[in-house]
């Protein structure tokens, strides 16, 4: 069980979604903001983040943008800095920003610069955010982070292609796996969501973008009961 925490935040939860100005992240924001979350919408180019949170939100109160780029150590740190001096809180932290669905690609002649480009955002991008969050989550009551994976990741049904997508998510997988596991006693539920094939800008085509991003809010708000160290898709578990 848990350790009790003490000293807990007062206010709504707070949300910080990375890569949050288009497409899934976007939608997640709008999810969690109407579930009475106050969400950082995290994105790279801050007029791009102030324009989605004012379209979101007009009044300004529910959704705050916040520069943010996942694959720049300083940029991670000023974001850190300003939600804890600002909100003083983080109750739930959904690490959703990633590049380069390298469909044109194959693992025996992938440009590796590229390989590196994309483990940079989607996996070590992923691993700033936790570790830069992780003593604000911690003092939150119920704490969850979700790693917006993709069945491309799945080692099971791997048979070749998009070698730089699919091996950074395989990674992103692995790290939840890890951090679940160490952070289990501390009452922090840390799961894998692919939201599946999306209309988004990346996915090119699928299935409206409200149903994917409904996945990843359902792991956004599990019960302190709820699992962890699990790849899921809509509820529903995936073979990693």
Known sequence: MAARRT????????????GANRGIGYEVARQLADRDHRVVLGSRDLAKGRAAAGRLDP???????????????????AMAEWVTRELGRVDVLVNNAAILYDSWARARTADLGEVQRALDTNL?????????????????????IVNVSSEAGSLQGMTGGTPAYAVSKAALNALTRLLAGELRGRGVLVNAVCP??????MGGGGRPVPEGAAGVVWAATLPDNGPTGGFFRDGRAVPW
Do not use: I, K
């Open 196 to 201: 599946g094939w999306t209309a988004t800008d």
């Open 7 to 18: 000293g807990t935040p007062q206010g709504p939860p707070v949300a910080v979604v990375t």
């Open 59 to 77: 009044g300004g109160t529910r959704v705050v943008p916040v520069q943010l780029d996942v694959a720049d150590a300083a940029s991670v740190d």
């Open 124 to 144: 070590f991008g992923a691993w700033r955010v936790t570790q830069a969050l992780l003593p604000l989550l911690e003092r939150s009551p119920h704490p969850r």
